[in-house]
């Protein structure tokens, strides 16, 4: 306000010549309610300053208005001319808006000067058409249900700003009236008859006219649909009602369309709703379309359908999900039977056990009786089998007949054939059950066929008896010798080895003991001669098959292994100092014997005489390894005796009775005697053979009082002496 004040009080100080200034303003102007956009309000001009500066682009213009508005502009028309016109933004209303509105327009130049004044705007009032209420100033959709009585429909309604506000009434026509409807002054609308929506029109398009005093007029139309009600039952349109379908269609397979139609529907969609009433999970029904699809597997080969390959439906159609008319119709599929089924087994790997003197001929597998297939109709349920092939079972095995699955042996299992233990006795049969229709659906089997080996051949010792020599002197643990046995049965199997009898005494209850592997006897304990010479033993031989015995005959080899023992042990004897050279003292006579030699080979010899020691009284056997050429008579005794010239060994002529018998005679006067006492003592066994007699040596200790040893320790044992086996004729005794 304080601006604006300021502003009048510069322009009053300028020149009326000289300042820039609006012409033919302030003024008032009058505008007709309703006016369009562009509706010249008033007319004015402007007057430049001296300077001739322009006026501002934008100038002049509406600064201010009372009461606020948009409802009017300045537009230039020429030079300085310019126009108050209507901008459209608001409608110019005489009856609901202001009548009056005061416009200030500026105007300024380049140098600065500017003008204002106002503009008064008058609205006037103007005679208007009638104007339809609401949605009926652009048309109304009008319903009658179908078989309705005549009567009411609905009130058209129209308004007059004049006539309205003076109450004065408004007039209503129709324009090209139809027989079926009429129209009151006041606008009442009436139906003058009962419309059937299936037999006559549905829809009536009415144009209604309503006219004011003043004779302006308005119109609108309507649209009287005639409302469908559900009066009519649904009809089934589709003709088909037995389907044939083949089995294992996919879920969600269409099978068949059902299609009905609703006389209430009729130029419209349908709005029909399908359903299967029957209980059956094979299929479902699309409930708008009416189509049919598979829900679940159809097997032709399985369960009821195996019996009876018939599916009966009832499908319901109905106009509503509730109440309505409704219409059912029975509709039958008929399922037949595809070759889905491969032939198969109860299983397709057979291992068979076939004993290898089967004969030729031999049914080994019968594969009909296990293969089957599941389809329920020939050709489709039928199969056969192919030729047999596999590693090894050409010319062994024969499918008979040919495509029966029948497999026989036709060739040689001998498990001990090289041929048939080149493949290892195991053969592989390969064989495919396939069907007669198409597709041919094939599975192989396979048949492992294994020779079970038989008893064909005994377990057999490779000696019918067995003998060994074993010498008395072995020790524990000598191998004394090997049995074996075999099988020419294959797969061999070990065979175990044992002593079932023989082979004991009283006190070793075994003497031996044979390795169960291998059949090596050895030595438990050492052996005798003189107690048992012979041993004979039976051998158990034992494979997983059969069981054979054997003799085995153990000779125990004699050794010089026993020590001459003789009578007495021990002797005391007193001999006179003058007792003659020869005399038998005493007539003492030492009797030796020995398990393993004979008297024969016995030589008697008395040691020389050592003070404080006994006498050793030797025995010693000559073992005779050659012919004795020579003959001589034994000083001593008196007896005769053989020997060698080359080896010096000698023997008696006649052990046995030509014993010497020496006198015993004890001279006058003796004074001194000897005691002599023999000993016989076991030596350690030898193994060393000497022709074909045995050696050992006994001692005799003399327990006299002058005894000695020869060089040697006391009371042990020598080795022989080699003078007693190397010298060539005997000598005399040397005497006392």
């Known amino acids: 306000m304080q601006e604006a004040i300021l502003l009048l009080v510069l322009l009053g100080a300028m020149s009326k010549a000289e300042a820039l200034h609006l012409i033919h303003l302030p003024a008032t102007s009058n505008v007709a309610e309703n006016s369009p956009p562009e509706t010249s309000v008033h007319k004015f001009s402007v007057n430049l300053s001296t300077s001739l500066s322009p006026v501002i682009p934008g100038f002049p213009m509406i600064i201010n208005s009372n009461p606020l508005t948009e409802a009017f502009r300045v537009n230039l028309l020429s030079g300085t001319d310019f126009e108050v016109v209507t901008s ?41 058409p009638p104007q339809f209420l609401g949605n009926l100033a652009k048309g109304l959709s009008l319903y009658i249900v179908e078989g309705a009585n005549p009567g009411f429909i609905y009130q058209v309604e129209a308004f007059d700003p004049e006539d309205t506000s003076r109450n004065t009434p408004l007039s209503y026509f129709m324009i090209s009236p139809i027989k079926s409807f009429i129209m009151s002054a006041n606008g009442t609308l009436f139906s003058t008859t009962e419309f059937d929506f299936e037999a006559g029109d549905n829809s009536y398009h009415l144009t209604v006219e309503v006219r004011d005093s003043q004779g302006l007029r308005a119109s609108t139309y309507l649209e009287v649909n005639i409302a469908n009600i559900n009066d009519e039952t649904p009809r089934f349109t589709s003709p088909t009602r037995r389907y044939v379908i083949p089995e294992e269609l996919g879920l969600g397979s269409f099978v068949a369309n059902i299609t ?113 297939d599941d389809d329920s109709k020939a050709p489709n349920s039928q199969f056969n089998f192919t030729t047999p092939s596999g590693v090894g079972s050409s010319g062994r095995f024969l499918q008979d007949p040919a495509g029966s699955g029948k497999i026989v042996l036709i060739g040689d299992l001998d498990y001990e054939n090289s041929s048939n233990l080149a493949v290892g006795n195991k053969y592989t049969v390969t064989i495919q059950v396939q069907d007669v229709a198409p597709p041919y659906y094939k599975n192989n089997i396979y048949i492992y066929v294994l020779t079970s080996p038989e008893n064909e051949f005994p377990l057999v010792f490779d000696q019918p008896s067995y003998v060994f020599d074993l010498s008395e002197l072995s020790p524990a ?29 009283l006190h070793h209850p075994n003497i031996f003991w044979i390795n169960p592997k291998t059949g090596e006897l050895q030595l438990v304990t050492k052996v005798d001669y003189e107690t048992t010479p012979i041993y004979i033993l039976r051998i158990q031989a034992t494979n997983s098959e059969d069981t054979r015995s054997v003799t085995v005959t153990i000779n125990i080899l004699e050794k010089n292994d026993e020590k001459p023992v003789c009578i007495p042990n021990s002797y005391f004897l007193a001999i006179p100092v003058d007792l003659k050279v020869g005399t038998n003292i005493q007539n003492f006579k030492l009797q030796c014997t020995d398990r393993d030699s004979s008297p ?21 056997e000559i073992q005779m390894s ?69 050696s050992g040596k006994i001692q005799a200790e003399d327990t006299g009082s002058g005894a000695r040893n020869q060089p040697g320790k006391p009371g042990t044992q020598k080795d022989r002496n080699p003078a007693l086996t190397s010298r060539s004729s005997p000598k005399p005794h040397p005497g006392k």
Not at 100 to 126: A, E, M, N, R, S
Not at 281 to 288: C, K, R, S
Not at 477 to 505: C, E, I, N
Not at 641 to 653: C, D, I, P, Q, V
């Open 477 to 505: 643990r000598t191998r004394v010798g090997q049995v074996r046995a075999t099988d020419k049965d294959f797969p061999q199997s070990s065979v175990v080895y044992s002593l079932s009898t023989g082979g004991a005494s």
């Open 600 to 620: 024969r080979s016995f030589r008697y010899s008395i040691g020389p005489e050592m003070k404080n020691t006994k006498r050793e009284v030797v025995v010693e």
């Open 88 to 128: 459209g933004k608001e409608q110019l209303d005489f009856e609901t808006g202001p009548k009056i509105f005061d416009l200030q327009i500026y105007i300024k130049d380049d140098v600065g000067v500017t003008d204002l004044q106002v503009l008064t705007v008058q609205v006037t009032d103007v005679n208007e």
């Open 626 to 694: 050659t012919a004795f050429d020579g003959e001589a008579v034994d000083p001593v005794t008196g007896a005769k005796y053989e020997f060698n010239s080359k080896t010096g060994a000698r023997k008696w002529k006649y052990p046995l009775t030509q014993i010497p018998k020496w006198k015993a005679s004890r001279p006058q006067g003796a004074a001194q005697s000897r005691a002599v006492s023999a000993e016989g003592t076991g030596p350690p066994r030898s193994t060393t053979k000497e022709g074909d007699g045995l």
């Open 260 to 372: 009905a139609e609703d006389p209430d529907d009729k130029g419209s969609t349908s709005s029909l709703l399908y359903s299967i009433t029957t209980v059956s999970g094979y299929f479902m029904i699309n409930q708008l379309t009416g189509s049919i699809q598979v829900a679940h597997r159809i097997d032709r080969d399985a369960g009821e359908l195996r019996h009876n390959p018939t599916i009966s439906l009832e499908v319901l159609v109905k106009d509503r999900p509730f109440g309505g008319q409704e219409n059912r119709m029975q509709i039958t599929f008929m399922v037949e039977d595809i070759n889905d089924n491969p032939a198969t087994c109860t299983k397709f790997t057979f291992s068979i056990m076939v004993p290898e003197r089967a004969a030729k001929g031999t049914s080994l597998l019968d594969l009909s009786m296990v293969c089957f």
